[in-house]
């Protein structure tokens, strides 16, 4: 079983909707959680860190259920422009070496 | 700014031939990884450097070797490239939480 685990979807939705994405991880000693976004053939690229708190930034917002071991991502009033793959990463204290899901494909159409 | 540099971008090798590719980073990071990416696997880690002249290995790193003779290089080897090898290869960066990846480099192995 992977450490990281996320639906790979694809999430298929229009134009205006909201969506969600969960991701779950196995780590318990897992501390730092992040979002990332990839392009098809680019490389991923953070697109927010996810806190105990929650994190919003616009139109997303992330996070952190620590008891029952998922973080999540939500998008509200998707753009075309949404559509790519989003990496889930979770890493443990001590060294940073970042786990990645495999990774939730989005698709919004008009 | 540069960023996180990899060469060669795209790479065509047959089965038994040996490799290089150089990873290069101009914003003076600790943290250096190499990642594998497959369809339907998402971003493997190969191997990971926590310093200058440090190596570790990651979730995948048969068959390949690493060497970080230089803080803002990382090189990953292949000896005797098989077809198992073909993918595309990322290296990124780190200081503690953000990553920050190369463009790629595609691999493929005849």
């Known amino acids: 079983r992977k450490e990281v685990e996320q639906d790979p979807g694809p999430f298929n939705v229009p134009e205006g909707a909201t969506v969600a994405f969960n991701c779950t991880y196995s780590?318990?000693?897992?501390?730092?959680f992040f979002w990332y976004r990839q392009d098809c053939r680019k490389e991923p690229k953070l697109l927010m860190s996810?806190?105990?708190s929650g994190n919003e930034d616009g139109r997303f917002t992330a996070q952190l259920n620590r008891a029952s071991q998922y973080i999540s991502l939500l998008i509200r009033d998707s753009k075309l422009s949404d559509s790519a793959t989003y990496l889930c990463v979770g890493s443990s204290g001590g060294s940073y070496i970042p786990t990645f899901g495999r990774g939730t494909s989005l698709i919004v159409h008009p | 700014n540069a960023g996180v540099t990899q060469t060669p971008k795209f790479r065509v090798l047959k089965t038994g031939q040996s490799m290089t590719l150089l990873c290069a980073q101009d914003m003076n990071h600790e943290y250096m990884y190499w990642y594998r990416q497959d369809p339907g696997m998402g971003l493997r880690l190969i191997h990971y450097s926590v310093g200058e002249g440090t190596t570790a290995k990651g979730e995948v790193p048969d068959g390949y070797n690493v060497s970080r003779l230089k803080k803002q290089n990382f090189l990953l080897g292949l000896e005797s490239a098989a077809p198992s090898q073909t993918s595309v290869y990322f290296c990124?960066?780190?200081?503690?939480?953000?990553?920050?990846f190369g463009e790629g480099s595609r691999l493929t192995v005849l």
């Open positions: 990124a960066s780190s200081s503690v939480r953000e990553l920050f």
């Open positions: 996810v806190y105990s």
């Open positions: 780590n318990s000693a897992s501390q730092s």
